[in-house]
């Protein structure tokens, strides 16, 4: 099974900023949309951001105007500018696919706690 990993992750203020990394295998990336996903204690993991093969994108209704999603197709690579964080930001970040698939493992993902 393929697994993605997940960086970029922190401890932030909140107002702050952060850049997530996510390297993926080059059969995953050049075929699939992908997305980033998080999961806060106690809740369900959600989809924050995705982005097509040919860069368009889409975004929760709770990030749009603090995240931007892109993609590098020579580096194999999805990033996530997070921007202007709240406390409620605070969450496990994960990438997958777009929609996941079973084929894919979850990765550990990279966790961003946004506290003063």
């Known amino acids: 099974q ?6 970029g992750g922190g401890l932030v203020r909140p107002g702050g900023s952060l850049t997530l990394s996510c390297a993926a295998p080059r059969s995953i990336f050049k075929v699939y949309p992908m997305g980033w996903y998080r999961q806060a204690p106690g809740k369900q993991r959600e989809l924050v951001a995705r982005i097509t093969l040919g860069g368009s994108t889409n975004y929760a209704d709770f990030v749009k105007g603090r995240f931007t999603i892109s993609r590098d197709n020579a580096r194999n690579t999805v990033y996530m500018q997070v921007n202007s964080l709240e406390p409620e930001d605070t969450a496990v970040y994960y990438c997958n696919t777009y929609p996941p698939r079973t084929s894919i493992l979850w990765g550990q993902g990279t966790q961003v706690t946004v506290s003063s």
């Open 2 to 7: 393929v697994q993605l990993v997940e960086s």
